[in-house]
């Protein structure tokens, strides 16, 4: 079973909709990553939270510790904001590597 | 903004070859990880290195794999004798404790 699981794996939606993506997780973490693929391949990191909630620009990422539960919020989402966001973990024992979960590809239609 | 850069960021090469993979680490993060992405697949951790040593490294990281800080800004992944299931996307990442990992664009590997 994978430790970080997201939904939904594919997502398309009309430009200017709200957009919601789910990871949970079934270990301890110390921080859990947004991050986010573009076509070319690079990942860029768009968050890193440990409790509560984080807002950049139009992004938004909630934890929720006690369910093991991580959401990514795009308002008013745009073309430009198609991608793969993938939620990755932390765990809570030593490790500072990262474990990954399997991705959510976002289409933005005009 | 410090970015990690990776070269080259595509490399083709015959089964049974070596390869070096090259990353530039941002200059004042200590910690230092090589992930890989087979394609269609997740990102799968391969190793991470600190204070000259490997810290930590995965399964997949087998007796083909070494990575090495030969001086004080570049971190290398050596793949001794590539197979074809080597074909995949090799990031590197940087970070200081407990802060973000910074990725670098990555290099796709192919193996013919």
């Known amino acids: 079973k994978n430790e970080v699981e997201q939904s939904p794996q594919n997502l398309t939606a009309q430009e200017g909709e709200f957009i919601t993506i789910n990871c949970s997780y079934s270990?301890?973490?110390?921080?859990l990553h947004w991050l986010q693929q573009h076509p070319g391949g690079g990942i860029v990191s768009l968050f890193m939270?440990?409790?509560g909630k984080k807002k950049h620009g139009r992004l938004i990422a909630t934890i929720n510790i006690q369910e093991k539960h991580s959401s990514l919020h795009i308002t008013a989402s745009h073309p430009r904001d198609s991608a793969v966001y993938i939620c990755a973990v932390r765990r809570l024992q030593g490790a500072q590597k990262l474990v990954f979960g399997q991705g959510t590809r976002l289409t933005i239609n005009p | 903004e410090p970015e990690v850069t990776q070269t080259p960021s595509h490399q083709v090469t015959q089964m049974g070859q070596e390869v070096i993979l090259r990353c530039v680490p941002i200059?004042?993060?200590?910690?230092f990880y090589w992930y890989r992405q087979i394609l269609g697949q997740k990102v799968e951790f391969l190793v991470s290195?600190?204070?000259?040593?490997?810290?930590?490294k995965s399964e997949i990281f087998d007796d083909q794999f070494s990575v090495e800080r030969p001086d004080g800004s570049n971190f290398t992944l050596k793949i001794r004798s590539t197979k074809l299931e080597d074909s995949a996307m090799y990031f590197c990442?940087?970070?200081?404790?407990?802060?973000?990992?910074?990725f670098g664009d990555g290099t796709r590997l192919s193996i013919l």
């Open positions: 939270l440990s409790s």
């Open positions: 200059s004042n993060h200590l910690y």
């Open positions: 290195f600190y204070n000259n040593e490997i810290s930590e």
């Open positions: 270990v301890g973490i110390s921080a």
């Open positions: 990442a940087s970070s200081r404790l407990t802060k973000p990992q910074h």
